[in-house]
Structure formats: C-alpha cells, structure tokens
C-alpha cells in the first residue's frame, strides 16, 4: 500500500471555446488515482469536504481503485482550482481555497503512525503550503520517518506559495523530512528567483545537492518534456539524465503527479520501498534508477495524451532491471 497525503479538489479546466468543465483533481489525488491505474494498492488520506463536489471527489478516487480508508469527512466546502490552458496545453492556476476542507487538519484526525502495509508515504504540494493544516501534517510526517519510505514533490503553486524566501526555508525543512524528493525546473527557478538560461543546470545541481546534505537520497528535477535531471546522495557530480520519448500533448494537467506514481510504482517493483528501503534505495545502481525514471515518464506521457489528469487504464508490462 501506497498511501498519498494530501489535497482533493475540484478543477474548473477552461476550454477553447471559454468554458469551464469541472473534473476531480489535486495533485495527491492525481497520484493516488495514477497508482491505482497501475495496479498498485494505494489510499488517499485527505479532508472531503460536505458538499455536492465533496461527494463527487470521494465517489471518483473509489471507482478508480484508491482505497478511501484514511479519508476524513469535513464539514467545510471543497477547494476549487481554476485551470487555464494556453495553446501548449500548459496549464496555469488560480484557486478558491478560504476556509476550505483540505487545510484543516488537527493531529486527532491523523493515525499516530501509518499501518504496516504502508511501503511508501507521499506528501507535499498545497496541503503541505496551507495553514493551518501544513504545520499538521508536517509534524505529522516527521513521526512516520524510518518506518516506511517517505516521497515529497513541494508541487509550488506561486499563487498560493507565499514570498519565495519563506517558501525556500518550509521546502528545505520538508525535503529534510523526505528519502525521495521530485521537484520541477520551474518550482527550482522559482524558489531560487532566478530566471531560466544559461547556468540553469548548475543551479538545479545545486539545488538538489542542499536538498540531499539534509535528507533525500534521490532528488529527480523534472524539466517538462525535455528531460528528467536524477540526482544522488553521494553522487552529487554525477547527475543521470533520461529523456523522455516524445508525445502528443493535450495537456499537461496531471502529469507531474502522474510521473510521481510512476517513478514509486517503479522503485517499488525494484524493491526499494517499504521499511529498510532508504538504504535500499542509495544502493540501487545508475540503470536501475534510469529504468525506474523511464516508466515515470511513460506514465506521465500517457496522462499527457488524454483531457485531464486520469491516465486511463494503464497495462504496462512488468519492469525487467
């Protein structure tokens, strides 16, 4: 079991011709749903919210195989996120989340520990940005550490993110938290205010070597369809980096956090998660983690290649290491 921490909301994706539809989604519960799709057990502990939206979130993650164990019915609404597409299919966002279900954690809502099937905990994105559940669950996460493998994706939402100096200081204090850490080129450049050009490689380098002196032993940098930077503890020099074969966008709504399950279900099939598995984990070998990013990006393409951030069926044949 693959349990996913984290925000479920409601999308509002704009259209060619100016409307909205609205579709299940949340970074956490992209993942969680793209791991089901997998055929790896996975639950979603999040707040549902009491409304109409609230019932239609708990009803989609069921009938797509995630177990609805750990969710929590709140009696606050559910967070709307409004999804903007330009013609590349990028999408960009802007959020309704005042007073809204998926922040407002208390640790009585929480189990004191993950149960003993739990081979992996991710966390991150807005339910780990938003007061006053962030500090919750960030508390909260720090207990679990060493008794399952703990995955982070900071997932930035600029609108929602706060001034980057205090963003840099909460995704360095959480990535310490973490054995895995995914984070995008445009989250980097983001916390570090800088602009991308020329010198962008040595930056995310050395992003992602701060963020390993204090915590991960993987930190794989995303940089859209161009390539996948992966990063080692005790390999600082030495990033691997995996392109992804091309594919035909509809759009990217989904796909970071499809590449997030991606990347765990592979890990997992290599026998990295679970209790021992950072260890496990900084032994694997460069072609090994190649193999392991390789089906990330898949996952993510296939997610890439359909409307909205459900993959679909996905009967990806067993990875061979």
């Not at 990033?239 to 035909?248: C, G, K, Q, R, S």
Request: net charge negative; glycine share 10%; hydrophobic share 45%.
């Amino acid at each position: 079991m693959i349990t996913v921490v984290g925000e479920a909301l409601i999308d509002l994706i704009s259209s060619e011709s100016g409307t909205y539809r609205s579709a299940p989604g949340g970074a956490p519960a992209n993942t969680a749903v793209a791991l089901a799709r997998l055929g790896v057990e996975s639950s979603l502990l999040a707040r549902i919210g009491s409304d109409r939206f609230g019932r239609q979130l708990r009803a989609y993650v069921a009938s797509r195989g995630v177990s609805t164990r750990d969710m929590v019915a709140a009696e606050q609404p559910s967070t709307l996120a409004i999804a903007n597409l330009d013609d590349y299919g990028h999408a960009s966002y802007d959020f309704y989340v005042k007073g809204t279900a998926d922040w407002q954690w208390t640790l009585d809502e929480l189990p004191d520990q993950v149960a003993d099937d739990v081979v992996a905990l991710h966390v991150g994105s807005l339910a780990m940005t938003m007061a006053p559940g962030a500090a919750v669950l960030e508390e909260w996460t720090a207990r679990q550490r060493g008794r399952t493998v703990v995955s982070y994706d900071p997932n930035i939402r600029p609108a929602l993110a706060g001034e980057p100096a205090q963003a840099r200081e909460r995704v360095a204090r959480q990535a310490a938290l973490a054995d895995i850490m995914k984070v995008s080129d445009e989250d980097v450049h983001w916390l570090l205010e800088r602009e991308p050009g020329p010198g962008s490689e040595a930056l995310l380098l050395e992003a992602a070597a701060g963020w390993l002196a204090e915590g991960p032993v993987l930190v794989a940098i995303t940089c859209g369809g161009e390539r996948t930077m992966l990063v080692r503890r005790g390999h600082e020099d030495d990033p691997l980096f995996v392109v992804p074969a091309p594919v035909e966008v509809v759009d990217t709504v989904g796909a970071g956090d499809a590449f997030c399950a991606g990347l765990l279900d592979a890990l997992g099939q290599a026998g990295a998660l679970g209790g021992g598995g950072r260890e496990r984990l900084t032994a694997l070998p460069a072609s090994t983690l190649v193999t392991c990013v390789e089906h990330a990006h898949l996952v993510a393409a296939r997610t890439c290649a359909r409307v909205g951030s459900d993959p679909g069926e996905l009967d990806l044949e067993p990875l061979k290491f």
